[in-house]
């Protein structure tokens, strides 16, 4: 829920309720016709209100995609700035958080590690334990044969256990196969989120070799690198491009971590600068198809953040986001209720039944765009070079769609737009009871047909 706080009759700057903002905090968002000199004369005033340099204030700019200042001040600086003819918005900026959700524990098992060797681990097992359950390790299950190339459109990929990747290429329950038609070779996934465990073997290729997850120069905490220290942005790797668990076995996976345990909207805009001008410097490279940029990770409503994700996908960036596990309309949530990108929610099953309705913590409405499995899915962990864990969440739900737009970025120059379109259109409308109208993911050639 929006409400506009007026502080006086030239100028107003608009908060959100059921948002945890960061005091002192503030984004500046300038209009469209803004050149670097008025983005100066912004800076300026701001020393000058304040007394304070730009140094002390923290108070950077950035112009790749929006005209944005991002600084510490406060709230009597921020009336100030709000009523600058040049200014278009100013917001306080908000915590960012993983998207995982409050469900009971007991019910979905969201931290349940399946290990092989102890042995191999990351920098930081600080969180991390052993659980008894029916998996051991991918490797020695034999469920792929990962000895015959990377031609996997002719395959079907055996999931036993896996009912996620099983449901999303069946019209009906469940066959125990996964044919991925193609593997993502040449596309960029962005993970932006919390980091990855680059060590983990479902991040190797298809033909063997590791190299698939790699920094891809922003972090939150520079030295850190962009490995994972959490588990959230290994799991969310795993599901969209992970050998075993995800859906586009090939794709290139770049760790872009903003949050820790928290971060801002501030650090989440600036990460995905740095994806799209890695993005540009890989244009018009051999064998590059382009770029998908996932985003389980989400704040209460920005508008900021939204402009920022609407005018990252004008300029041909497909964007999937996680709608939220809160159980409310999802236009509540940025950045997922920004509009072009493709905003996915999630829905449980189960062995017997796969088409379940949506999660109950799963948020709804019409700013959600596509439903995928959520509920307890297994994908690689950042704690051990073998390890696979179950989680649950729309940012679970989030990368199979991000490894499904990959593939079909590999398979024709698609338009953002085209991607949505398409996804939205061979979608099945068979979910058993819903609160909205949004069908879920169906993986098939109706995609680029």
């Not at 001040?73 to 998207?99: P, R, W």
């Not at 600036?270 to 051999?286: F, I, N, P, W």
């Not at 499995?373 to 199979?400: D, E, I, Q, R």
Request: glycine fraction near 10%; proline fraction near 3%; charged fraction near 20%.
């Amino acid at each position: 829920m929006k409400v506009q706080i007026v502080f006086a009759v030239l100028f107003a700057f608009t908060v959100y309720s059921e948002c945890e903002y960061i005091d002192g905090s503030y984004i500046v968002q300038l209009k469209d016709d803004t050149t670097e000199v008025h983005i100066e004369e912004v800076i300026q005033k701001i020393e000058e209100h304040t007394l304070s340099s730009r140094e002390d204030m923290e108070i950077t700019s950035s112009s790749l995609l929006l005209p944005l200042i991002f600084g510490k001040f406060d709230k009597q600086t921020a009336e100030m700035v709000s009523g600058l003819e040049s200014v278009e918005l100013v917001e306080q900026d908000q915590v960012v958080t993983i998207d995982m959700p409050l469900e009971n524990p007991a019910e979905y098992p969201t931290d349940d590690i399946v290990y092989e060797d102890k042995n191999h681990t990351t920098s930081d097992e600080s969180d991390c334990h052993d659980s008894d359950n029916d998996f051991k390790d991918m490797e020695e299950m034999n469920w792929y044969n990962l000895t015959e190339g990377s031609d996997v459109g002719a395959r079907k990929f055996p999931v036993p256990k896996r009912y996620n990747l099983d449901i999303i290429d069946n019209t009906h329950c469940i066959d125990g196969y996964f044919t991925p038609y193609s593997n993502g070779r040449g596309v960029d996934i962005y993970i932006i989120d919390s980091g990855i465990n680059y060590r983990n073997k479902d991040f190797r290729y298809l033909e063997g070799g590791h190299g698939r997850a790699i920094y891809g120069g922003f972090d939150v905490e520079p030295s850190n690198y962009g490995w994972d220290t959490s588990g959230h942005g290994t799991h969310c790797a795993g599901i969209a491009g992970g050998v075993h668990s995800g859906v586009a076995k090939e794709a290139n996976l770049i760790s872009i971590r903003v949050v820790g345990k928290k971060g801002a909207g501030s650090v989440l805009i600036k990460g995905m600068d740095h994806a799209y001008e890695r993005h540009l410097s890989r244009v018009g490279q051999s064998g590059f198809k382009g770029s998908v940029m996932s985003m389980s990770i989400s704040s209460g409503f920005s508008q900021i953040k939204n402009n920022h994700v609407n005018a990252m996908v004008g300029k041909g960036i497909t964007i999937v986001t996680a709608s939220g596990n809160q159980g409310i309309d999802a236009s509540n949530r940025s950045p997922g209720s920004a509009g072009q990108n493709i905003n996915v929610g999630s829905h449980g099953y189960t062995e017997l039944d796969c088409k379940k309705p949506v999660s109950g913590s799963s948020n709804y409405g019409k700013s959600v765009h596509i439903v995928a499995p959520g509920v307890k899915v297994l994908s690689a962990s950042h704690c051990y070079t073998y390890g696979y864990t179950f989680k649950t969440g729309t940012s679970m739900a989030c990368p199979h769609v991000s490894g499904v737009a990959a593939i079909m970025l590999e398979k024709k120059n698609y338009s953002p737009a085209q991607i949505k379109a398409k996804i939205q259109d061979c979608s099945l409308d068979d979910l058993s009871e819903r609160k909205d109208e949004t069908r879920r993911l169906y993986f098939s050639p109706c995609l680029w047909s």
